[in-house]
């Protein structure tokens, strides 16, 4: 039987219960959860999601098992380390205050009752299954309090109630820590309550006073901190009949006060409502109880003695909860009246007859006492809120002590009558109507008593929070499902479209070019991104998730399809460019033809096929084969991303069978060419698609981050792409000779089945061992070396120079300390100067005399060569050998150029030094002559001679050294030339050309038809001495033009040509005609001065006069004398008359007006010309009668027929 009632506690238990059923739940989610479809998803479809959802569940589960037992750990320790620091002073000598040895004491019975509480756990009266699934912890059951005066009977009505102690073999049967007077309070374990027996003087605080409150205080802090929400389900309190009947009216009413007081308390302090039961003890002290009630059975014994209020809800405040009292015990009254009878009948013994006929009186003699009591312990004015008064019970537990008969005590105390009553025979053992009292009435009313408010409050607030948080979940988790589903579909659309897009460009390929590979960059770009959605990067967000994401699904079936093109599609196409590669390699060149035909019998020999060096060869072909444009545009990088994806970690075998043809040509191809060429051609493919080889050598990596702003590439390739790390100082010292006889082996096996020979014949590895053929290889490396570095070199150019302002920057630039060409020309000198080995950069010092010493003798061979020449005949010079080392012969010597440069001959700067610092002093001449182009257009006159010798500079030094000298100096002179022009013309234009052309465009005597007039105040402000035109030739342009001839020329500008056209020139020429002619004194108003001699007059005039502003000639047929006049007058009248007088007396004459007004009368005149330049005839026609005049000007140029004035235009630019 223990054994089966072990198993069935192993089995019928929680955790093995909760167990079976999350593993049951677990093959539900396993079996029947890829059944579950919700349009269009299976969300449980995937073994994964499936594991994840019932991990999901056993980790709640072992997490909630995990909080439950931290819970009560932390309760327990909460208490228990509550229970160690109140206690932890006990030891101490200080005297405890008033109550607090109570305290202790009664926490360490809450500590001894903690313990056994949670060990222990009681079931019901059921038995079987049900009873171990209706058992509950002791925290779960009812808690009552029972409160009493010292000796009320509390503990003996517990001790004879009949109730099941489950604890009775461990404690004994009673509570925990004694029975019979209790002393602080005793713990009754029942299997469906807790009963608390506090001391009587808990109540009463008639022991000491202090001494007691404290202790009672303590006990209700007690219960509240352990059982905060409900402390207790119920309070008893005990009368005893003694203390009713011995006691005073006084002293009961003290008594009742004190319980009423009691209850006070802890409605104030548990802040609950619960219901009070009183028990009226000791029943048996009632004169004739043992005689009327002794003879009764267990059963009935275990009846209710008392009465029980109906319950109401809602009781008003002021109500009396006794006021059913006197009726109830009247009904009890009867009750006993009735069961009188029987009870006489029954008893033989008279004495005993009369003692039970005295009962009902002695019993109703009780009733007023009781009901006085329980009036003033329930006063309503002592409660804040009024406790559930629910009953009235007579109870007894054990029958001792002398019987109270009030009746015969009030006869002998009338008659004097002597005689004592017999003290009655104890009975014990036997309990009256207390058992159905406890598990019938109390018990069944547990949940009447309410909750701590406080506590409610927070725990409704608790669970609010906690259903609203579960109700968001439900709510998010819907949303989120819901935008995950849209999502996903969103994403399927897209999918769905692309894959049109992409079905399209499959069958437009099918008819395109098959070995256009280039073509199909665009179809494999959009199968790769097929799964790639426009709507978020990088992974999918957080919202397309939630068990519904499609896209690690549609990814492997993109991938799929994307390795299906490539491999159906694409590389066919690459197996024809391989065929067409080796189809279209000559004996010329043996590596690509080896390359080739290796390449193209791995493709085709799953054995024999090596992804590094398929992809290599076909690397090498399209760069080859690809334009610039393409490179720089990422066709280059596309095309290698796609190849990587075809053969990385997987062997490409190509479907088209072996052109055997083709290669047996190539092969006896090969075998033609001599062994160091196909040794050489060999290795440099393994070093170059090898991982030891050093990083590629570029502009941009020996010359820093401002390579960009100094050099560009005449190829146009960027400045990243340079030459391969193989051929540089440490590819070849530290890769190249030290992989040499490492890598021969690996050819020596490699040879055979690409070439096809047999296994008698030597191998090239073989050969390569050997001095003369390792001498051959080495020559080709260092040759291709040299090559490289010869088009490399030629191939680095400047960058454009496109404003004086980049000029200025540019050099300075290229000659800052420790600049980006500095760099690049020290970087050029150390990776092609081979014969210095790495262990002499450890000697710091002999580095420079070394470096010379190579020089000279690298100059003693260059004469060695060219006298063997010339005499036909081998020449040593002082025992040296044409090829002392292969290094200095091929690649040092030839780049001997860039090692002086960077090379110190001692103490001094470098060559390269001393050359950079001419740049340096025409960074500082270029920007100081931006700056005077930009404020006055001159040149500065130390620049010309600046800029010669950048370009005899240039001269000296090799590429691309000398190309950047020469655009520096180039680019300088033609910006400063330009600059100059649109400087000065801009300047001319805004002085000049605005106001000349508002000044005298359209005017006379510029323009000989014009009505208007130039007015003199412009005239001379254009023309004068010092006048716009004068002063901006003086102070701009005279420096810069050559007026020695008779046309005014530019000087040619440090660019070589002219600064400024001849046009504008001219003008300035004309102006100064201009001036010479109207402004001879340097007077600031134009004049001219002139001599008028009349010569011819018609008989018919009588008299002329010409009146010229004030100057008059009056000539009247006698002597010829000339007038000199003056252009203006002294008059200021700006008129001009030619009057006549005939010879009948009539007037008639010419009259002009004006600033011009001399030169309007000479317009109407027919002008000859005379014997001198300065002389001319004026023939006058007025009314048909002729009069001329001499007229001797001041100047060779006639100011009436200036051809200056005549062709003049504004100038406006150079």
Excluded at 145 to 161: D, E, M, Q, V
Excluded at 283 to 307: I, K, S, Y
Excluded at 777 to 796: F, G, H, I, S
Excluded at 881 to 889: I, R
Aim: charged share 20%; hydrophobic share 40%; proline share 5%.
């Amino acid at each position: 039987m223990s054994m089966l009632r072990l198993m069935a506690a192993l089995l019928f238990n929680r955790f093995t219960l909760a167990f079976i059923g999350l593993v049951l739940l677990s093959l539900v989610i396993w079996f029947i959860g890829p059944l579950v479809y919700i349009k269009p998803y299976q969300p449980l479809e995937s073994e994964n999601v499936r594991w994840a959802l019932i991990a999901a569940l056993f980790t709640i589960w072992v997490i909630k098992l995990l909080f439950h037992w931290w819970r009560a750990k932390r309760m327990n320790d909460k208490l228990m380390g509550q229970i160690a620091r109140i206690t932890a002073g006990r030891d101490t000598p200080q005297e405890l205050a008033p109550g607090q040895e109570e305290v202790t004491e009664l926490e360490g019975r809450f500590k001894e009752a903690v313990e056994v509480l949670s060990k222990t756990r009681f079931g019901t009266t059921e038995s079987g299954l049900l009873g171990r699934f209706t058992k509950r912890y002791v925290y779960q059951l009812p808690w009552y309090l029972i409160i009493g005066s010292p000796g009320s009977g509390k503990t003996t009505a517990l001790a004879n109630s009949g109730l099941d102690f489950p604890l009775a073999e461990q404690f004994g049967k009673g509570s925990i820590r004694g029975v019979g007077g209790t002393r602080n309070c005793d713990w009754w374990f029942t299997d469906q309550a807790v009963l608390l027996d506090t001391a009587g003087r808990y109540t009463t605080h008639d022991s000491d006073v202090v001494q007691d409150k404290a202790a009672w205080s303590g006990f209700l802090q007690l219960l509240k901190r352990f059982r905060g929400r409900q402390p207790i389900n119920g309070v008893i309190v005990t009368l005893s009949v003694q203390e009713l009947l011995s006691s005073t009216e006084a002293e009961r009413a003290r008594l009742a006060k004190t319980i009423g007081a009691r209850l006070g308390e802890l409605c104030d302090e548990l802040a609950i409502k619960f219901p009070v039961y009183v028990l009226i003890t000791k029943a048996d002290l009632l004169a004739g109880f043992n005689e009327f009630f002794g003879q009764m059975t267990r059963d009935e014994r275990a009846q209710v003695w008392g009465f029980t209020q109906q319950y109401r809800e809602n009781v008003p405040s002021n109500d009396d909860p006794t006021a059913q009292f006197t009726a109830e015990f009247d009904a009890l009254v009867a009750q006993i009246n009735r069961l009188l009878p029987h009870r006489l009948l029954a008893e033989p013994d008279l004495a005993r007859r009369g003692l039970i006929y005295g009962l009902p009186q002695q019993f109703v003699g009780l009733r007023e006492l009781v009901h006085q009591t329980l009036q003033e312990a329930f006063s309503s004015s002592r409660f804040k809120e009024k406790p559930l008064f629910r009953g009235v019970y007579f109870t007894s537990g054990t029958q001792e002590g002398m019987p109270f008969d009030r009746v015969l005590s009030a006869l002998k105390r009338r008659f004097a009558i002597a005689t004592p009553l017999k003290p009655g025979t104890g009975q014990q053992g036997k309990s009256f109507f207390i058992e159905t009292l406890f598990k019938g009435v109390m018990f069944n009313e547990a949940g009447l008593t309410g909750r701590n408010a406080k506590k409610e409050r927070q725990l409704r607030l608790l669970q609010a929070g906690g259903l609203i948080g579960l109700a968001l979940a439900l709510s998010g988790a819907a949303l989120a499902w819901g935008i995950s589903h849209q999502n996903n579909l969103g994403y399927l659309e897209e999918v769905k479209t692309s894959v049109g897009t992409l079905r399209q460009a499959v069958e437009e390929a099918k008819t395109g070019d098959p070995e256009n590979v280039v073509a199909l960059l665009p179809m494999l770009d959009h199968a790769e991104s097929l799964a790639v959605s426009e709507r978020y990067t990088g992974s999918p967000p957080l919202s397309w998730r939630w068990g519904l994401l499609q896209v690690p699904k549609v990814e492997t079936a993109a991938d799929t399809t994307y390795l299906r093109l490539l491999e159906d599609a694409w590389l066919p196409g690459i197996v024809r460019q391989l065929r067409r590669s080796l189809q279209q390699t000559s004996t010329s060149n043996p590596e690509a033809s080896y390359e080739a035909l290796k390449a193209y019998l791995m493709i085709h020999d799953s054995d024999r096929f090596d992804a590094r060096t398929v992809k290599a060869w076909i690397r090498h072909e399209w760069d080859a084969s690809l334009t610039p444009q393409l490179l720089q545009a990422g066709v280059g990088d596309r095309l290698s991303h796609h190849l990587d994806r075809l053969m990385d970690e997987r062997v490409v075998i190509s479907s088209t069978p072996v052109d055997t043809a083709l290669v047996a040509e190539v092969r006896q191809r090969l075998a033609q060419m001599s062994p160091a060429q196909r040794a050489y051609s060999r290795l440099k493919q393994l070093l170059i698609t090898g991982n030891s080889l050093p990083a590629d050598f570029s502009v941009v990596r020996a010359s820093g981050p401002e390579a960009p702003q100094v050099f560009s590439r005449r190829s146009g390739r960027p400045l990243t792409q340079g030459i391969s790390g193989l051929f540089t100082y440490d590819g070849y010292h530290g890769v190249f000779l030290h992989e040499l006889p490492k890598v021969t082996t690996l050819l020596s096996k490699e040879e055979g089945w690409v070439l096809g020979q047999a296994d008698g014949k030597r191998s090239t590895a073989q050969e390569v061992l050997t001095g003369q053929v390792a001498n051959e290889v080495k020559r080709l490396y260092l040759m291709e070396y040299a090559k490289l570095w010869e088009d490399y070199l030629a191939d680095v150019r400047p960058t454009r120079i496109g404003s004086l302002d980049q000029a200025g920057e540019q050099a300075r630039l290229y000659s800052s300390a420790n600049s980006s060409l500095e760099q690049f020309i020290r970087a050029v000198a150390k990776e092609t100067t081979l014969a210095r080995r790495p262990d002499a950069d450890a000697d710091s010092s002999g580095a420079s005399t070394s470096s010379w010493l190579g020089d000279k003798l690298n100059r003693i061979r260059e004469e060695q060569r060219q006298l063997s020449r010339l005499t036909g005949k081998q020449v040593n010079v002082g025992g040296l050998t044409p090829s002392g080392t292969l290094e200095a012969d091929i690649v040092d010597f030839r780049f001997r150029e860039y090692r002086r440069l960077a090379t110190s001959n001692g103490s001094g700067p470098s060559p390269l030094t001393q050359s950079l610092q001419v740049l340096n002093e025409a960074s500082a001449v270029i920007a100081s002559a931006r700056q005077q182009v930009k404020s006055g257009g001159t040149i500065p006159p130390t620049l010309s001679s600046t800029l010669e010798r950048v370009r005899a500079e240039a001269k000296r030094l090799p590429p691309p050294l000398n190309l950047m000298y020469t655009d520096l100096a180039e680019a300088t002179s033609t910006l400063v030339g330009r600059d100059v022009r649109s400087t000065i013309g801009g300047n001319l234009n805004a002085t000049i050309g605005d106001f000349c052309r508002r000044a005298v465009l359209g005017r006379y005597p510029f323009t000989r038809s014009a009505g208007r007039d130039v007015t003199a105040d412009d005239f001379a402000k254009l023309f004068a001495m010092g006048g716009v035109m004068d002063d901006f030739f003086r102070s701009t342009l005279q420096p810069m033009v050559d007026i020695s001839a008779s046309t005014w020329t530019f000087k040619q500008g440090v660019d070589g040509t002219p600064v400024g056209g001849s046009a504008s020139l001219a003008s300035f020429q004309k102006a100064a005609t201009i001036r010479d002619v109207y402004f001879r004194a340097g007077g600031k108003a134009p004049g001219i001065r002139l001599d008028i001699k009349p010569i011819e007059m018609d008989a018919a005039i009588s008299q002329m006069v010409l009146d010229v502003d004030g100057d008059v000639l009056r000539y009247q047929h006698g002597p010829q004398i000339p007038k000199s006049m003056n252009w203006p007058g002294t008059r200021g009248t700006g008129q001009v008359r030619l009057q006549i007088t005939s010879t009948n007396g009539e007037n008639s004459g010419l009259v002009t007006e004006g600033p011009w007004a001399l030169h309007r009368l000479f317009d109407r005149a027919q002008l000859l010309p005379g014997n001198a330049p300065e002389k001319f005839s004026a023939i006058f026609n007025v009314d048909g009668r002729r009069v001329r005049f001499e007229v001797t000007t001041s100047s060779v140029f006639n100011p009436f027929r200036l051809k200056a004035m005549e062709e003049f235009e504004c100038p406006s630019n150079l």
